[in-house]
């Protein structure tokens, strides 16, 4: 029997292709798998949790930049107990590896969260230490190598599941917070996410947002992101999951070839339901026209 | 792909497309529009279901250009395509009996399908229209053949135009001042009111959150549990 | 007589209008003044000038990526000597203020270029210690305060024009390296230069640039821009020149309401040569409409 | 700002665009062609002239859609407008006496021009025009008025039916490996030879130094100084 090209392994999870959708783009699956076939992907990375949820921020929420979009969501969520009652099951049943994300505003938070989803079956654990819209905590974790490496290692010492921290391309020095991470036990690093913009209301003089800065994401910035993913890949040993402005199979094979092992899509989805199911075709193609028995192969060849 | 039948300014600023190979949806509910292989515009612009045709399988739209997205769609010829996803959103419910129908500006385009509807669904039923323009009036003469009554005013404050007190149902899609208006009027008149609301978007799905608000039962996406709302759940988010 | 509402002052320079051509996209005004009426820019900001000159990068230079562009010049240019005796005085005629940019590859070439410069009839030394596209030097001047401050010192010692620093984007803590510019003495801050990038030719299985990492440009950095721009603004106290993917009046004023005095325009002037033009058009009726007396007013209101 | 005034697929992924309202260049020159108001495709796309009609004040461009600028042209309809920067390029020598013009792939489309241009200022002069196709053939009718003698060649090495040891002057477009065939069968022959190069650009009037190249004469800027150069003078370059 002919095996499956696109398959890996992330972290000892199975996934039957490297394209996973990106958190806080596809909520739990319910309303996309309205409009696509979702059993199709790789992995679903669900909405970004926090203990006690949270109605998110006032105000604009996304806006449209070139080629990109702003979002200042704020981690809205129903908090980590709902969704082990009621999203995990559910997202299980879909088919795609489940990713819970999990955000904090301190550490309690964080541990009690990683606690809780013990209780969940779920495959990866993906610690959000690189959220730019809340207040408290988010991104402040993933900023510098210490406090990442903290966290990471007291989830990792609570959480039953692999671990994948998912870092800010704000961050001074990406490269050492990957280094430092990776050193704190995490099972993989994924990145990037939101970079911090702003956008300014010309007309009322105001910012756009009521907390002035939000997370710019989608093709705009993806040479930023690839570049720091090849710069992260090449400089840890565990798996690292690549994401920034992916719309096409090619833009993908970008960032397989730079070092990630898998890509997540968050912005594309929003302009094109289908953007993931053409690019698991488009990778399926390719690997036939280059004769590869498994795309991994080709993962870090630049 | 939705390929494009028609597409020509009908008032200043204001366009009308027409696009077959798109589901058919109902009034209330929207499509994504987008150009495609663009990336930006990135986003789908949601626009209402102004029209169905359901024998020719041809759904149309009317815009007003106010920003790139939808200057862009001013530019498109017959024969070109267009992305159309949806239909998105629950649409308005067609209640029983008497109805009132205002639109405020673009407002009025959902408002045409809506009547063509409650027409449709019962013949006999009365249905007024109130419509609002700034300045130029626009698809009036359309609503006159499902309509007992159209009334239009511009420059003016329409929802002034109208009686809350009689036993219909009111329908209302305009700016925010104007559906503000409507619902302090149906407040004192204890009117039923649905109201279409605006958010930006960017999933159009229910999947991004950008376009939640606060409402009397938690927190909901305009797109996936509205655009239409009983307007006393949204009166904090109007 | 009606005053110009646009007309300002940076570092004692006068400037009919707001809008000065980014360096490295505007030659030394030769190319445009045949294609547009350049008399009517506020500025002219030069290619980049090293001491001895340079052939600049092999390979791919430019590429372009959604709504935006890479770029790997390698600050190619005909040296100080040649800026001073040959384009100096052309680019006077011109009528815009002068700029003339500075890079280097240590410190010792930025001294001496400076130097060179007091020669030339220029208005304002751009001090461009951000180029991602250069081996030595360029941008590991503009990454740490410390080095940043140094190199702008000794280089206000020499110099006898107002010195404007270019900072990048690319610095770990760019709010941090702006006042250190500024407690050495820096005249007026620039920003952003290109954020550091990467491009992968996936039929080449290929970096597209032989440095591998090239510069991002244009409208898809503008609210990553904008932000910092805004962050820097409310930093320090000289006037900041603020710059990222500027294509239209409403764009130059939402730099100008984050604090910026004026603003540079590179990328945008490619795909349309007559975008600065338009800008500055859009500007006056901008005042016009809002019965400003001076633009300047709504300098920094948000 | 250029309007379409037609625009169509000449050959499998070979279109071919008349536009009216540019200033009219010459043969060699090019145009930064793109899609009015969108940011993405941001930059211009070089699009030599293919063929001027002066009288009617009509410039055609034929291109190949290779990725996603030009994919955008292919979907533009007649009456749409398109921005054509330009003439921009030092463009093709008209030197006296026999021509030979050597075009590969959609190198061809500069070549016209260039006949109708050597014709028109010397009717008498011979002019020998070779044309190299991967698969299919295109434009090649065209060149019949003007030209003397039209080989085609499909599948194979177009500059191997030329013969480089007439008292004339060559010019060549086409990919990288035909134009250094054709330089080194110049330089056995000593022929003079004009090639045209290509580069990738972003502003194509000489101001951001993307294009340059190393010459004989120092760095050149190939939408500056060139397209055209005296292949001699660019020999490392091509
Ligand atoms: C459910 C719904 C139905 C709509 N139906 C219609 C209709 O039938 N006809 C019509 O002309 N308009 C309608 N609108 C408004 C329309 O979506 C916006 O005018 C349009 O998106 C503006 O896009 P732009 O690129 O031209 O403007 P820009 O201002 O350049 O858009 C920038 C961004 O802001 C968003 N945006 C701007 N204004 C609005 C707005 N009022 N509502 C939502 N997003 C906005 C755009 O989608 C885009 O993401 C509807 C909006 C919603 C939410
Ligand atoms: C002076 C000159 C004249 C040309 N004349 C013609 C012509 O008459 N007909 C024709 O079909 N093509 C011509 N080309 C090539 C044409 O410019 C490219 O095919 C086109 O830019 C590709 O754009 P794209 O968006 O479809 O492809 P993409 O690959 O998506 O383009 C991405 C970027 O790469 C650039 N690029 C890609 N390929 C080339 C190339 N071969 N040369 C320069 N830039 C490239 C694009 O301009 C764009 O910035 C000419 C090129 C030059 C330099
Ligand atoms: C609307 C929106 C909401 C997001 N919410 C989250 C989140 O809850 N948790 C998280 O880790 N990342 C979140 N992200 C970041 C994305 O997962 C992703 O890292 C980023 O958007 C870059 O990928 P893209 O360019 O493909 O969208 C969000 C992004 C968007 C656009
Ligand atoms: C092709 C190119 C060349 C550049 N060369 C220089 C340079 O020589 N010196 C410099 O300080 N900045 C240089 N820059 C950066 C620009 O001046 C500007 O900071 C940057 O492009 C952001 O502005 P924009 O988005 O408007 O282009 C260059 C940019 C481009 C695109
Ligand atoms: S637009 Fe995404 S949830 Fe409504
Ligand atoms: S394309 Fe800019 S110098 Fe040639």
């Not at chain 1, 669900?46 to 979002?71: D, F, H, I, Q, W």
């Not at chain 1, 947002?209 to 710019?216: H, K, R, S, T």
Request: hydrophobic share 45%; with cysteine.
């Amino acid at each position: 029997m002919q095996s499956n090209p696109l398959e890996l392994t992330l972290c000892g999870i199975f996934l039957k292709n490297p394209v996973i959708a990106a958190s806080g783009t596809f909520g739990f699956g319910h309303e996309y798998s309205e409009v696509m076939d979702i059993s199709r992907l790789g992995g679903i990375s669900g909405k970004g949790l926090t203990l006690n949820g949270s109605a998110g921020n006032k105000g604009m929420r996304v806006y449209e930049t070139p080629s990109g979009m702003l979002n200042s969501i704020g981690l809205e969520n129903p908090g980590v107990r709902h969704f082990v009652e009621h999203e995990a099951a559910y997202m299980r049943t879909l088919g795609p590896a489940v990713i819970a994300n999990l955000g904090g505003h301190c550490e309690e938070d964080y541990l009690e969260g990683a606690r809780l989803l013990n209780n969940a079956d779920i495959d990866i654990l993906e610690l959000n230490i690189s959220c730019p819209n809340v207040k408290a905590g988010g991104m402040a974790f993933g900023m510098l190598p210490d406090t990442a490496a903290d966290i990471t290692k007291k989830v990792k010492a609570v959480s039953k599941h692999p671990v994948m921290v998912k870092l800010s391309p704000n961050a001074p020095d990406l490269v050492a917070v990957a280094r430092a991470c990776e050193g704190a036990g995490a099972d993989a690093l994924s990145l990037v996410n939101t970079f911090l913009g702003m956008a300014i209301d010309v007309k009322k003089k105001r910012p756009v947002f009521e907390n002035i800065y939000a997370g710019l994401s989608g093709p705009a910035i993806l040479p930023i992101a690839l570049r720091m993913v090849h710069q992260v890949a090449h400089a840890v040993n565990i798996p690292v999951v690549g994401m920034g402005g992916i719309t096409s199979a090619e833009d993908a094979l970008k960032f397989l070839m730079a070092g990630a092992v898998a890509v997540q899509v968050g912005t594309m989805t929003f302009a094109d339901p289908n953007a993931m199911l053409s690019i698991i075709d488009g990778l399926a193609e390719y690997c036939a026209q280059e004769g590869l028995a498994n795309l991994q192969e080709i993962v870090g060849i630049i | 792909m939705a390929i494009i039948k028609s597409n020509s300014e009908i008032a200043s600023a204001i366009w009308r497309m027409t696009v077959s190979g798109t589901p058919l949806g109902r009034a209330g509910q929207f499509f994504m529009l987008r150009v495609p292989g663009a990336l930006d515009p990135l986003l789908g612009r949601p626009i209402s279901i102004c029209e169905i045709d359901a024998e020719l399988g041809e759904t149309t739209f009317v815009y007003q250009t106010v920003g790139r997205g939808t200057a862009q769609f001013a530019r498109l010829l017959p024969g070109q395509e267009i992305e159309a996803q949806g239909p998105y959103g629950n649409g308005f419910p067609l209640k029983a009996g008497r109805a009132v129908l205002i639109g405020g500006g673009i407002g009025t385009a959902p408002m045409l399908q809506l009547a063509k509807e409650l027409h449709a669904s019962d013949p006999t039923r009365m249905i007024d229209v109130y419509l609002g323009f700034r300045e130029e009036a626009y698809l009036e003469k359309s609503f006159e053949q499902y309509a007992d009554s159209v009334t239009r005013n511009i420059g003016g404050y329409v929802v002034n135009d109208v009686d809350f007190s009689l036993d219909a149902t009111y329908y209302a899609c305009g700016p925010a001042p104007m559906l503000r208006a409507a619902a302090s009027a149906a407040d004192e008149a204890s009117a039923n009111l649905f109201v279409s609301l605006e958010k930006h978007m960017a999933c159009g799905v229910g999947a991004c959150l950008g376009c939640t608000c606060q409402t009397e039962h938690g927190r909901k996406r305009v797109c996936k549990d509205g655009p239409v709302f009983d307007y006393r759940e949204v009166r904090d988010a109007i």
